[in-house]
């Protein structure tokens, strides 16, 4: 992929609204991100997930398409932290 200054993009992760996706970067500090990755960003951002109760316990669904952003996989452990009002997921990076 070619940059709008001529040099070559290099395949890197770039932020937008908070997620780190696949996209390009050059040197010039120039980034590019798949019209599609936006769209998906933009639409899941806007899908609450719904807390389901499952015996005594409740259970979150990632959608597919988000876990894959966030690279969670089935059987992943992750750890979590209550920062005020946010439950925020890490996945554990083992080793
Ligand atoms: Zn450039």
Partial sequence: MECMCGKKMKEAQVEFAGFKLKGFKCGC???ALSPADVELVRQL???PIKARRVAH???ITLPKPLAE???IRE?????WTISGN???VQKKVLG
């Fill in 75 to 79: 059987g992943d452990m992750l750890n």
């Fill in 29 to 31: 500090g120039e980034e």
């Fill in 57 to 59: 316990s409740l259970v």
């Fill in 86 to 88: 946010q439950l925020i």
């Fill in 69 to 71: 952003i966030a690279d």
């Fill in 45 to 47: 951002k806007h899908e």
